[in-house]
Protein backbone atom coordinates (compact mmCIF):
# COMPACT_ATOMS: atom_id res chain seq x y z
CA UNK A 1 0.00 0.00 0.00
CA UNK A 2 2.97 2.02 0.51
CA UNK A 3 3.78 1.71 -3.25
CA UNK A 4 0.07 3.21 -3.83
CA UNK A 5 0.76 6.04 -1.97
CA UNK A 6 4.28 7.29 -3.89
CA UNK A 7 2.50 6.07 -7.26
CA UNK A 8 1.10 9.90 -8.10
CA UNK A 9 4.66 11.76 -8.15
CA UNK A 10 6.13 8.71 -10.43
CA UNK A 11 2.79 9.82 -12.96
CA UNK A 12 3.29 13.43 -12.88
CA UNK A 13 7.18 12.89 -14.46
CA UNK A 14 6.74 10.50 -17.21
CA UNK A 15 10.18 9.48 -18.10
CA UNK A 16 10.41 12.17 -21.36
CA UNK A 17 9.76 11.63 -24.87
CA UNK A 18 9.13 7.79 -24.32
CA UNK A 19 5.73 6.31 -25.25
CA UNK A 20 4.40 4.86 -22.09
CA UNK A 21 2.72 1.57 -22.06
CA UNK A 22 -0.60 2.45 -20.94
CA UNK A 23 -3.92 2.39 -22.06
CA UNK A 24 -4.28 6.03 -22.06
CA UNK A 25 -1.92 6.68 -24.65
CA UNK A 26 -5.12 5.75 -27.04
CA UNK A 27 -6.21 9.41 -26.12
CA UNK A 28 -2.64 10.52 -26.61
CA UNK A 29 -3.26 9.73 -30.04
CA UNK A 30 -6.07 10.57 -30.92
CA UNK A 31 -5.45 14.50 -30.22
CA UNK A 32 -9.18 14.87 -32.53
CA UNK A 33 -11.00 12.90 -29.78
CA UNK A 34 -10.19 15.07 -26.61
CA UNK A 35 -12.80 17.22 -27.08
CA UNK A 36 -14.68 14.28 -26.32
CA UNK A 37 -13.11 14.79 -22.80
CA UNK A 38 -12.97 18.55 -22.23
CA UNK A 39 -16.32 19.38 -23.38
CA UNK A 40 -18.29 17.59 -20.86
CA UNK A 41 -15.41 18.25 -17.78
CA UNK A 42 -15.83 21.85 -18.23
CA UNK A 43 -20.01 21.46 -17.74
CA UNK A 44 -20.07 19.33 -15.28
CA UNK A 45 -17.54 21.91 -13.72
CA UNK A 46 -19.82 24.62 -14.71
CA UNK A 47 -22.77 22.69 -12.67
CA UNK A 48 -20.60 21.68 -9.67
CA UNK A 49 -18.79 25.07 -8.95
CA UNK A 50 -21.65 28.05 -10.49
CA UNK A 51 -23.68 26.83 -7.31
CA UNK A 52 -20.99 27.23 -4.86
CA UNK A 53 -19.81 30.65 -6.65
CA UNK A 54 -23.44 31.81 -6.45
CA UNK A 55 -23.18 31.25 -2.14
CA UNK A 56 -19.84 33.29 -2.03
CA UNK A 57 -20.94 36.28 -3.92
CA UNK A 58 -24.26 36.18 -1.78
CA UNK A 59 -21.95 35.65 1.22
CA UNK A 60 -19.15 38.92 0.36
CA UNK A 61 -21.47 41.68 -1.24
CA UNK A 62 -23.33 44.45 0.76
CA UNK A 63 -27.01 43.48 1.17
CA UNK A 64 -29.49 44.68 -2.42
CA UNK A 65 -26.72 44.30 -4.40
CA UNK A 66 -27.03 42.60 -7.54
CA UNK A 67 -23.28 42.49 -8.98
CA UNK A 68 -22.28 39.20 -10.40
CA UNK A 69 -18.49 39.98 -9.12
CA UNK A 70 -18.80 41.87 -6.22
CA UNK A 71 -16.68 44.66 -5.52
CA UNK A 72 -15.88 45.92 -2.67
CA UNK A 73 -16.33 43.12 -0.92
CA UNK A 74 -18.06 43.33 2.72
CA UNK A 75 -17.68 40.89 6.10
CA UNK A 76 -20.25 42.47 7.30
CA UNK A 77 -22.68 38.57 7.17
CA UNK A 78 -19.92 36.46 8.38
CA UNK A 79 -20.08 39.19 11.45
CA UNK A 80 -23.72 38.99 12.02
CA UNK A 81 -23.81 34.85 11.38
CA UNK A 82 -20.72 34.27 13.58
CA UNK A 83 -21.19 36.75 16.74
CA UNK A 84 -25.40 37.66 16.43
CA UNK A 85 -27.21 34.49 14.84
CA UNK A 86 -23.79 32.13 17.14
CA UNK A 87 -22.47 30.75 14.48
CA UNK A 88 -19.39 30.87 16.49
CA UNK A 89 -20.73 28.41 18.97
CA UNK A 90 -22.24 26.17 16.57
CA UNK A 91 -18.93 25.86 14.85
CA UNK A 92 -17.41 25.21 17.96
CA UNK A 93 -19.98 22.71 19.06
CA UNK A 94 -19.25 20.77 15.11
CA UNK A 95 -15.88 20.69 15.34
CA UNK A 96 -15.72 18.83 18.75
CA UNK A 97 -18.47 16.65 17.36
CA UNK A 98 -16.58 15.75 14.35
CA UNK A 99 -13.37 15.18 15.99
CA UNK A 100 -15.43 13.01 18.85
CA UNK A 101 -16.42 10.83 15.93
CA UNK A 102 -13.54 10.67 14.06
CA UNK A 103 -11.62 9.46 16.97
CA UNK A 104 -14.24 6.70 18.51
CA UNK A 105 -15.08 5.49 15.07
CA UNK A 106 -11.61 5.08 13.72
CA UNK A 107 -10.65 3.21 16.65
CA UNK A 108 -13.14 1.28 16.87
CA UNK A 109 -13.21 0.57 13.42
CA UNK A 110 -9.93 -1.02 13.40
CA UNK A 111 -10.49 -3.11 16.68
CA UNK A 112 -13.55 -4.76 14.82
CA UNK A 113 -12.37 -4.65 11.27
CA UNK A 114 -9.01 -6.29 12.61
CA UNK A 115 -11.28 -9.12 14.25
CA UNK A 116 -13.45 -9.99 11.45
CA UNK A 117 -10.11 -10.08 9.17
CA UNK A 118 -7.68 -11.56 11.44
CA UNK A 119 -10.33 -14.13 13.25
CA UNK A 120 -12.28 -16.99 12.93
CA UNK A 121 -14.89 -16.36 15.79
CA UNK A 122 -18.57 -18.26 16.71
CA UNK A 123 -21.00 -15.54 16.06
CA UNK A 124 -18.69 -13.61 13.07
CA UNK A 125 -21.56 -14.62 10.30
CA UNK A 126 -24.65 -13.14 12.79
CA UNK A 127 -22.32 -10.08 13.51
CA UNK A 128 -21.23 -9.45 9.63
CA UNK A 129 -24.79 -9.77 9.13
CA UNK A 130 -26.03 -7.83 11.55
CA UNK A 131 -23.78 -4.64 10.34
CA UNK A 132 -24.61 -5.31 7.08
CA UNK A 133 -28.58 -5.06 8.03
CA UNK A 134 -28.09 -2.04 10.38
CA UNK A 135 -27.47 0.03 7.27
CA UNK A 136 -30.97 -0.47 5.70
CA UNK A 137 -32.11 1.14 9.24
CA UNK A 138 -33.48 4.80 8.29
CA UNK A 139 -32.41 7.41 11.02
CA UNK A 140 -35.66 9.22 10.37
CA UNK A 141 -37.20 6.37 11.62
CA UNK A 142 -35.13 5.99 14.90
CA UNK A 143 -36.56 9.16 16.07
CA UNK A 144 -38.83 8.30 18.51
CA UNK A 145 -37.15 5.68 20.39
CA UNK A 146 -33.90 6.92 20.37
CA UNK A 147 -35.70 10.18 21.84
CA UNK A 148 -36.67 7.96 24.54
CA UNK A 149 -33.16 6.77 25.37
CA UNK A 150 -31.37 10.10 25.06
CA UNK A 151 -34.10 11.26 27.56
CA UNK A 152 -33.30 8.04 29.92
CA UNK A 153 -29.58 8.71 29.99
CA UNK A 154 -30.20 12.27 30.57
CA UNK A 155 -28.17 12.84 27.00
CA UNK A 156 -30.91 15.49 25.66
CA UNK A 157 -29.05 19.02 24.70
CA UNK A 158 -25.53 16.88 25.00
CA UNK A 159 -22.75 17.24 22.54
CA UNK A 160 -21.40 13.85 24.29
CA UNK A 161 -24.83 12.27 23.36
CA UNK A 162 -24.80 13.08 19.48
CA UNK A 163 -21.11 11.79 19.64
CA UNK A 164 -21.93 8.38 20.45
CA UNK A 165 -25.44 8.23 18.94
CA UNK A 166 -23.16 9.18 15.68
CA UNK A 167 -20.34 6.62 16.39
CA UNK A 168 -23.16 3.76 16.51
CA UNK A 169 -24.78 4.92 13.21
CA UNK A 170 -21.22 5.58 11.45
CA UNK A 171 -19.72 2.70 13.23
CA UNK A 172 -20.86 -0.41 11.28
CA UNK A 173 -20.16 0.51 7.87
CA UNK A 174 -16.71 1.68 9.04
CA UNK A 175 -15.88 -1.14 10.62
CA UNK A 176 -17.31 -3.29 7.14
CA UNK A 177 -14.78 -1.41 4.99
CA UNK A 178 -11.85 -1.30 7.21
CA UNK A 179 -12.07 -5.13 7.63
CA UNK A 180 -11.73 -5.24 3.97
CA UNK A 181 -8.80 -2.99 4.45
CA UNK A 182 -6.65 -5.32 6.92
CA UNK A 183 -7.33 -8.65 4.80
CA UNK A 184 -5.85 -6.81 1.99
CA UNK A 185 -2.93 -6.85 3.85
CA UNK A 186 -0.72 -9.97 3.57
CA UNK A 187 -0.88 -11.94 7.04
CA UNK A 188 2.75 -13.37 6.36
CA UNK A 189 4.57 -10.50 7.24
CA UNK A 190 2.45 -10.00 10.90
CA UNK A 191 2.64 -13.90 11.59
CA UNK A 192 6.73 -13.89 10.68
CA UNK A 193 6.86 -11.11 13.48
CA UNK A 194 5.31 -13.22 15.62
CA UNK A 195 7.36 -15.95 15.19
CA UNK A 196 10.19 -13.74 15.74
CA UNK A 197 8.39 -13.05 19.04
CA UNK A 198 6.29 -10.31 18.27
CA UNK A 199 3.10 -10.57 20.96
CA UNK A 200 0.02 -9.91 18.66
CA UNK A 201 -0.26 -6.35 19.73
CA UNK A 202 3.24 -5.57 19.09
CA UNK A 203 2.66 -6.65 15.92
CA UNK A 204 -0.31 -5.25 14.95
CA UNK A 205 1.22 -1.57 15.53
CA UNK A 206 4.64 -2.50 13.76
CA UNK A 207 2.96 -4.67 11.09
CA UNK A 208 -0.29 -3.53 10.63
CA UNK A 209 -0.46 -0.11 11.60
CA UNK A 210 2.16 1.54 9.10
CA UNK A 211 0.23 -0.16 6.04
CA UNK A 212 -3.27 0.99 7.12
CA UNK A 213 -2.73 4.75 6.76
CA UNK A 214 -4.64 5.50 3.56
CA UNK A 215 -7.21 3.46 5.12
CA UNK A 216 -6.88 5.09 8.75
CA UNK A 217 -7.45 8.74 6.33
CA UNK A 218 -10.24 7.33 4.36
CA UNK A 219 -12.28 5.86 7.05
CA UNK A 220 -11.27 8.81 9.50
CA UNK A 221 -12.32 11.74 7.07
CA UNK A 222 -15.93 9.67 6.44
CA UNK A 223 -16.38 9.58 9.63
CA UNK A 224 -15.28 13.57 9.96
CA UNK A 225 -17.24 14.66 7.05
CA UNK A 226 -20.57 12.35 8.64
CA UNK A 227 -20.82 13.67 11.45
CA UNK A 228 -20.26 17.21 10.68
CA UNK A 229 -23.57 16.85 8.14
CA UNK A 230 -25.30 15.28 10.81
CA UNK A 231 -28.55 16.95 11.02
CA UNK A 232 -31.36 14.83 12.33
CA UNK A 233 -30.34 13.38 15.63
CA UNK A 234 -28.43 16.76 16.01
CA UNK A 235 -31.92 18.78 15.36
CA UNK A 236 -33.90 16.36 17.90
CA UNK A 237 -31.53 15.94 20.26
CA UNK A 238 -30.38 19.55 20.88
CA UNK A 239 -33.27 22.24 21.36
CA UNK A 240 -30.77 24.28 23.72
CA UNK A 241 -29.23 26.83 21.21
CA UNK A 242 -25.65 26.49 22.90
CA UNK A 243 -25.93 22.88 21.60
CA UNK A 244 -26.46 23.60 18.18
CA UNK A 245 -24.34 22.27 15.24
CA UNK A 246 -23.65 24.68 12.67
CA UNK A 247 -26.48 22.18 9.73
CA UNK A 248 -29.04 23.16 12.50
CA UNK A 249 -27.89 26.54 13.01
CA UNK A 250 -28.16 26.59 9.00
CA UNK A 251 -31.52 25.21 9.23
CA UNK A 252 -33.10 28.03 11.26
CA UNK A 253 -31.94 30.11 8.40
CA UNK A 254 -33.34 29.17 5.34
CA UNK A 255 -36.79 29.59 3.95
CA UNK A 256 -37.62 30.21 0.27
CA UNK A 257 -39.16 33.73 0.68
CA UNK A 258 -38.52 35.62 3.38
CA UNK A 259 -34.72 34.42 4.47
CA UNK A 260 -31.58 37.04 5.11
CA UNK A 261 -29.68 35.56 1.99
CA UNK A 262 -26.58 37.12 2.94
CA UNK A 263 -26.64 35.26 6.15
CA UNK A 264 -27.71 32.34 4.77
CA UNK A 265 -25.08 32.78 2.23
CA UNK A 266 -22.18 33.55 5.41
CA UNK A 267 -23.42 30.47 7.07
CA UNK A 268 -23.12 28.39 3.98
CA UNK A 269 -19.58 29.41 3.87
CA UNK A 270 -18.61 29.22 7.30
CA UNK A 271 -20.30 25.54 7.21
CA UNK A 272 -18.40 24.41 4.07
CA UNK A 273 -15.11 25.54 4.34
CA UNK A 274 -13.86 23.02 6.91
CA UNK A 275 -15.05 19.86 5.21
CA UNK A 276 -14.03 20.92 1.64
CA UNK A 277 -11.01 21.44 2.45
CA UNK A 278 -10.65 18.50 4.67
CA UNK A 279 -12.05 16.89 1.50
CA UNK A 280 -9.52 18.67 -1.00
CA UNK A 281 -6.47 16.78 0.51
CA UNK A 282 -7.99 13.77 1.56
CA UNK A 283 -9.82 13.05 -1.90
CA UNK A 284 -6.65 11.27 -3.43
CA UNK A 285 -6.06 8.88 -0.50
CA UNK A 286 -9.68 8.34 -0.50
CA UNK A 287 -9.92 6.81 -3.80
CA UNK A 288 -6.69 5.08 -3.39
CA UNK A 289 -8.00 3.79 -0.18
CA UNK A 290 -11.23 2.48 -1.30
CA UNK A 291 -9.74 1.17 -4.58
CA UNK A 292 -6.94 -1.30 -2.46
CA UNK A 293 -10.07 -3.43 -2.47
CA UNK A 294 -12.52 -1.93 0.53
CA UNK A 295 -15.50 -1.79 -2.40
CA UNK A 296 -15.09 -5.76 -2.91
CA UNK A 297 -15.65 -6.49 0.84
CA UNK B 1 -5.05 -17.55 12.63
CA UNK B 2 -7.84 -19.94 13.84
CA UNK B 3 -6.99 -20.07 17.33
CA UNK B 4 -10.04 -20.23 19.83
CA UNK B 5 -9.49 -16.85 22.10
CA UNK B 6 -11.17 -14.45 23.93
CA UNK B 7 -9.34 -11.43 21.53
CA UNK B 8 -12.18 -11.03 19.09
CA UNK B 9 -14.78 -10.75 21.39
CA UNK B 10 -13.00 -8.34 23.29
CA UNK B 11 -12.39 -6.22 19.78
CA UNK B 12 -15.73 -6.50 18.66
CA UNK B 13 -16.98 -5.81 22.48
CA UNK B 14 -17.44 -2.00 22.60
CA UNK B 15 -19.29 -2.56 18.71
CA UNK B 16 -21.33 -4.52 20.07
CA UNK B 17 -22.59 -2.67 23.27
CA UNK B 18 -23.63 0.54 20.82
CA UNK B 19 -25.09 -1.71 18.40
CA UNK B 20 -27.27 -3.13 21.66
CA UNK B 21 -28.29 0.10 22.78
CA UNK B 22 -28.74 2.55 19.71
CA UNK B 23 -29.40 0.19 16.98
CA UNK B 24 -30.97 -3.36 18.36
CA UNK B 25 -33.17 -1.78 21.20
CA UNK B 26 -34.51 0.87 19.51
CA UNK B 27 -35.61 -1.35 16.45
CA UNK B 28 -37.75 -3.51 19.45
CA UNK B 29 -39.41 -1.08 20.54
CA UNK B 30 -40.24 0.35 16.68
CA UNK B 31 -42.32 -2.94 16.68
CA UNK B 32 -43.79 -2.29 20.30
CA UNK B 33 -44.71 1.20 19.83
CA UNK B 34 -46.13 0.05 16.54
CA UNK B 35 -48.69 -2.01 18.05
CA UNK B 36 -49.66 0.24 20.84
CA UNK B 37 -52.04 3.32 20.55
CA UNK B 38 -49.21 6.06 21.87
CA UNK B 39 -49.74 9.50 21.31
CA UNK B 40 -48.15 12.12 23.14
CA UNK B 41 -50.78 14.46 22.90
CA UNK B 42 -53.78 12.04 23.97
CA UNK B 43 -52.49 9.63 26.66
CA UNK B 44 -55.78 8.64 28.16
CA UNK B 45 -55.92 6.75 24.59
CA UNK B 46 -53.11 5.13 25.16
CA UNK B 47 -52.41 1.25 24.99
CA UNK B 48 -52.78 -2.01 23.36
CA UNK B 49 -53.81 -1.58 19.68
CA UNK B 50 -53.24 -4.76 18.04
CA UNK B 51 -52.87 -4.56 14.12
CA UNK B 52 -55.23 -1.41 14.13
CA UNK B 53 -52.09 1.00 13.25
CA UNK B 54 -51.05 -1.24 10.23
CA UNK B 55 -54.99 -2.05 9.28
CA UNK B 56 -55.04 2.08 9.32
CA UNK B 57 -52.31 2.83 6.98
CA UNK B 58 -53.10 -0.24 4.15
CA UNK B 59 -56.87 0.22 3.97
CA UNK B 60 -57.56 4.21 5.37
CA UNK B 61 -54.23 6.40 4.97
CA UNK B 62 -53.93 7.78 1.17
CA UNK B 63 -51.01 9.74 2.40
CA UNK B 64 -49.14 6.32 3.16
CA UNK B 65 -49.69 4.71 -0.22
CA UNK B 66 -48.33 8.34 -1.68
CA UNK B 67 -45.73 8.67 -0.02
CA UNK B 68 -44.40 5.09 -0.54
CA UNK B 69 -44.91 5.77 -4.61
CA UNK B 70 -43.21 9.36 -4.11
CA UNK B 71 -40.45 7.18 -1.87
CA UNK B 72 -39.87 4.27 -4.49
CA UNK B 73 -39.92 6.77 -8.14
CA UNK B 74 -37.67 9.15 -6.02
CA UNK B 75 -34.91 6.22 -5.49
CA UNK B 76 -35.14 4.92 -8.67
CA UNK B 77 -34.71 8.65 -10.33
CA UNK B 78 -32.24 9.37 -7.99
CA UNK B 79 -29.94 6.66 -8.18
CA UNK B 80 -30.46 5.89 -11.85
CA UNK B 81 -29.35 9.13 -12.73
CA UNK B 82 -26.65 9.14 -10.07
CA UNK B 83 -25.22 6.19 -11.57
CA UNK B 84 -25.46 7.15 -15.26
CA UNK B 85 -23.71 10.55 -14.63
CA UNK B 86 -21.17 9.24 -12.23
CA UNK B 87 -19.86 6.87 -14.06
CA UNK B 88 -19.31 9.01 -17.07
CA UNK B 89 -17.49 11.05 -14.69
CA UNK B 90 -15.38 9.10 -13.34
CA UNK B 91 -14.51 7.64 -16.76
CA UNK B 92 -13.57 11.05 -17.51
CA UNK B 93 -11.80 11.80 -14.67
CA UNK B 94 -9.58 8.39 -15.27
CA UNK B 95 -7.71 10.08 -18.33
CA UNK B 96 -4.88 11.94 -18.82
CA UNK B 97 -5.18 15.11 -18.74
CA UNK B 98 -3.58 18.73 -17.69
CA UNK B 99 -4.94 19.48 -13.97
CA UNK B 100 -6.71 16.30 -13.46
CA UNK B 101 -6.01 16.39 -9.75
CA UNK B 102 -7.23 20.10 -9.51
CA UNK B 103 -10.42 18.79 -12.27
CA UNK B 104 -11.18 15.81 -9.50
CA UNK B 105 -11.08 17.55 -6.26
CA UNK B 106 -13.74 20.11 -7.49
CA UNK B 107 -16.25 18.02 -9.26
CA UNK B 108 -15.94 15.65 -6.11
CA UNK B 109 -16.06 18.54 -3.48
CA UNK B 110 -19.88 18.11 -3.11
CA UNK B 111 -19.59 14.99 -1.66
CA UNK B 112 -18.30 16.45 1.14
CA UNK B 113 -21.48 19.15 1.56
CA UNK B 114 -24.44 18.12 3.77
CA UNK B 115 -28.25 18.27 3.25
CA UNK B 116 -28.89 20.99 4.93
CA UNK B 117 -25.80 22.72 3.27
CA UNK B 118 -26.74 21.73 -0.26
CA UNK B 119 -30.29 23.20 0.69
CA UNK B 120 -29.16 26.37 1.64
CA UNK B 121 -27.13 26.52 -1.38
CA UNK B 122 -29.69 25.73 -4.05
CA UNK B 123 -32.30 28.47 -2.34
CA UNK B 124 -29.68 31.18 -2.97
CA UNK B 125 -29.49 29.52 -6.77
CA UNK B 126 -33.16 28.83 -7.01
CA UNK B 127 -35.33 32.01 -5.10
CA UNK B 128 -37.19 33.86 -7.62
CA UNK B 129 -36.30 37.24 -6.68
CA UNK B 130 -32.24 37.27 -6.52
CA UNK B 131 -31.74 33.64 -7.99
CA UNK B 132 -29.91 32.51 -11.19
CA UNK B 133 -33.44 32.78 -12.81
CA UNK B 134 -33.66 36.44 -11.99
CA UNK B 135 -30.48 36.71 -13.54
CA UNK B 136 -31.28 35.19 -16.62
CA UNK B 137 -34.64 37.00 -17.18
CA UNK B 138 -32.20 39.95 -17.53
CA UNK B 139 -30.04 38.55 -20.12
CA UNK B 140 -33.25 38.42 -21.84
CA UNK B 141 -33.47 34.08 -21.23
CA UNK B 142 -36.68 33.09 -19.60
CA UNK B 143 -39.25 35.12 -17.29
CA UNK B 144 -38.53 36.56 -14.12
CA UNK B 145 -40.13 35.66 -11.29
CA UNK B 146 -39.75 32.03 -12.08
CA UNK B 147 -40.48 29.69 -9.05
CA UNK B 148 -39.33 26.06 -9.58
CA UNK B 149 -39.69 25.06 -5.77
CA UNK B 150 -43.13 26.51 -5.47
CA UNK B 151 -44.57 25.11 -8.45
CA UNK B 152 -45.96 21.60 -9.22
CA UNK B 153 -44.71 21.23 -11.94
CA UNK B 154 -41.54 21.91 -11.74
CA UNK B 155 -40.49 20.95 -8.07
CA UNK B 156 -39.60 17.80 -8.34
CA UNK B 157 -37.20 18.21 -11.49
CA UNK B 158 -35.30 20.74 -9.00
CA UNK B 159 -35.26 18.57 -6.30
CA UNK B 160 -33.81 15.80 -8.52
CA UNK B 161 -31.35 18.17 -9.50
CA UNK B 162 -30.42 19.34 -6.44
CA UNK B 163 -29.80 15.75 -4.99
CA UNK B 164 -27.73 14.88 -8.32
CA UNK B 165 -25.49 17.51 -7.71
CA UNK B 166 -24.37 16.06 -4.04
CA UNK B 167 -24.77 13.01 -5.13
CA UNK B 168 -23.16 12.06 -8.39
CA UNK B 169 -19.57 12.43 -6.87
CA UNK B 170 -20.70 9.41 -4.42
CA UNK B 171 -20.51 7.00 -7.92
CA UNK B 172 -17.93 8.99 -9.06
CA UNK B 173 -15.41 8.62 -6.13
CA UNK B 174 -16.64 4.65 -5.81
CA UNK B 175 -16.68 4.07 -9.83
CA UNK B 176 -13.25 5.73 -10.41
CA UNK B 177 -11.86 3.87 -7.16
CA UNK B 178 -12.49 0.94 -8.70
CA UNK B 179 -11.45 1.88 -12.25
CA UNK B 180 -7.78 2.30 -11.09
CA UNK B 181 -7.92 -1.18 -10.03
CA UNK B 182 -8.52 -2.79 -13.46
CA UNK B 183 -4.88 -4.08 -14.65
CA UNK B 184 -3.82 -2.28 -17.26
CA UNK B 185 -2.46 -5.71 -19.42
CA UNK B 186 -6.21 -6.43 -20.12
CA UNK B 187 -7.02 -3.08 -22.07
CA UNK B 188 -3.85 -3.73 -24.14
CA UNK B 189 -4.51 -7.51 -25.35
CA UNK B 190 -7.84 -5.98 -25.88
CA UNK B 191 -6.26 -3.55 -27.79
CA UNK B 192 -4.12 -5.83 -29.69
CA UNK B 193 -6.69 -8.27 -30.72
CA UNK B 194 -8.39 -5.00 -32.42
CA UNK B 195 -11.49 -3.84 -30.04
CA UNK B 196 -12.54 -0.73 -30.04
CA UNK B 197 -12.80 2.03 -27.55
CA UNK B 198 -16.19 1.04 -26.86
CA UNK B 199 -15.90 -2.53 -27.03
CA UNK B 200 -13.46 -2.09 -24.80
CA UNK B 201 -15.40 -0.51 -22.22
CA UNK B 202 -17.88 -2.85 -22.67
CA UNK B 203 -15.99 -6.37 -22.29
CA UNK B 204 -12.95 -5.13 -20.08
CA UNK B 205 -14.34 -2.00 -18.25
CA UNK B 206 -18.11 -2.94 -17.53
CA UNK B 207 -17.66 -6.60 -16.13
CA UNK B 208 -14.82 -5.29 -13.76
CA UNK B 209 -17.09 -2.44 -12.32
CA UNK B 210 -19.72 -4.97 -11.91
CA UNK B 211 -19.53 -5.96 -8.19
CA UNK B 212 -18.92 -1.98 -7.40
CA UNK B 213 -22.13 -0.55 -9.24
CA UNK B 214 -23.98 -3.20 -7.61
CA UNK B 215 -22.87 -2.57 -3.98
CA UNK B 216 -23.01 1.27 -4.59
CA UNK B 217 -26.15 1.31 -5.98
CA UNK B 218 -27.65 -0.65 -3.14
CA UNK B 219 -26.09 1.25 -0.55
CA UNK B 220 -26.89 4.38 -2.40
CA UNK B 221 -30.40 3.62 -3.00
CA UNK B 222 -31.16 3.21 0.65
CA UNK B 223 -29.39 6.10 1.56
CA UNK B 224 -31.35 7.75 -0.81
CA UNK B 225 -34.98 6.04 0.58
CA UNK B 226 -33.85 7.43 4.03
CA UNK B 227 -32.74 11.02 2.50
CA UNK B 228 -34.77 13.34 4.85
CA UNK B 229 -32.42 16.32 5.33
CA UNK B 230 -32.83 17.73 1.63
CA UNK B 231 -36.04 17.15 1.10
CA UNK B 232 -37.55 18.23 4.43
CA UNK B 233 -35.35 21.30 5.00
CA UNK B 234 -35.97 22.18 0.76
CA UNK B 235 -39.65 21.57 0.51
CA UNK B 236 -40.55 20.30 3.62
CA UNK B 237 -42.66 17.40 1.68
CA UNK B 238 -44.78 20.33 -0.23
CA UNK B 239 -46.60 21.78 -2.27
CA UNK B 240 -49.30 19.80 -1.35
CA UNK B 241 -47.45 16.80 -0.06
CA UNK B 242 -46.01 15.91 -3.72
CA UNK B 243 -42.65 15.35 -2.51
CA UNK B 244 -43.32 13.82 0.63
CA UNK B 245 -41.35 10.45 1.40
CA UNK B 246 -42.14 7.93 3.98
CA UNK B 247 -39.38 8.51 6.14
CA UNK B 248 -40.59 12.27 6.08
CA UNK B 249 -43.83 11.47 6.71
CA UNK B 250 -42.95 9.25 9.76
CA UNK B 251 -40.58 12.15 10.64
CA UNK B 252 -43.51 15.00 11.05
CA UNK B 253 -46.04 11.99 12.47
CA UNK B 254 -43.37 11.71 15.46
CA UNK B 255 -41.90 16.13 15.70
CA UNK B 256 -45.63 17.05 14.37
CA UNK B 257 -48.45 15.29 15.57
CA UNK B 258 -46.76 13.52 18.19
CA UNK B 259 -48.46 9.88 16.60
CA UNK B 260 -45.89 7.80 17.67
CA UNK B 261 -47.84 4.39 17.25
CA UNK B 262 -49.00 5.42 13.92
CA UNK B 263 -45.23 6.40 13.38
CA UNK B 264 -43.86 3.80 14.23
CA UNK B 265 -46.00 1.37 12.49
CA UNK B 266 -44.88 3.41 9.17
CA UNK B 267 -41.70 2.67 10.15
CA UNK B 268 -41.58 -0.91 10.54
CA UNK B 269 -43.55 -0.78 7.17
CA UNK B 270 -40.67 0.88 5.92
CA UNK B 271 -38.08 -1.48 7.56
CA UNK B 272 -39.81 -4.56 5.69
CA UNK B 273 -40.27 -3.13 2.50
CA UNK B 274 -36.38 -2.08 2.11
CA UNK B 275 -34.97 -5.27 3.56
CA UNK B 276 -37.22 -7.20 1.05
CA UNK B 277 -35.76 -5.54 -1.81
CA UNK B 278 -32.12 -5.36 -0.14
CA UNK B 279 -31.99 -9.02 0.50
CA UNK B 280 -33.68 -9.76 -3.43
CA UNK B 281 -30.65 -7.45 -4.72
CA UNK B 282 -28.22 -9.04 -1.97
CA UNK B 283 -29.27 -12.47 -3.62
CA UNK B 284 -28.86 -11.14 -7.11
CA UNK B 285 -25.45 -9.80 -6.69
CA UNK B 286 -24.09 -12.61 -4.41
CA UNK B 287 -22.45 -10.23 -1.99
CA UNK B 288 -20.82 -11.79 0.84
CA UNK B 289 -20.42 -15.42 -0.08
CA UNK B 290 -16.71 -14.91 0.20
CA UNK B 291 -15.35 -18.50 0.26
Given at each position: MTETLTRPPVDATPPPRQPTKRRRRAVAEEPGKRWMIHVPLVLYLLFTLIPFYWMIVFAVRPTGSTQ????????EHFDTVWNDIGFGIFFYNSVVMGLGVLVFVTILSVMGGYALARFRFRGQRVFLLAMLCSQFIPGAMMLIPLFVIFKGLGLLNSITGLIIAEVAFQLPLSLILMSGFIRNISVELEEAAMVDGCSRLRAFFAVVLPQLKPALVAVGSFAFIGAWNQFLFALMFATRQDKFTLPVGLSFTL?????DFGALAAGGVVAAVPVVLVFAVVQRFLVQGLSAGAVKG | MRTRTWAPYALIAPTLVLMAVFLVYPIGSVVYYSLQRYNVTQ?????FAGLDNFKQMLFDDPLFWQSLAFSAKWVVVEVGLQLLLGLVLALIVNETFIGRGMARALVFS????SGVLTTGIWILLL?????IFQQLSQWGIGSPGTSVLGNPDTVFEALVVTELWRGVPFFAILLLADLQSIPKDLYEAASVDGASRWRRFTSVTLPHLKDAIILSTLLRAVWEFNNVDLIYTLT?????????TLPLYVARQA?????FGYGSALTVAGFLILLFFSIAYLRLSKFGSRA
Open positions: LVPWPITFGEFNT | PWKNGPWAVNPSTGGGGPANQTTVDSHN
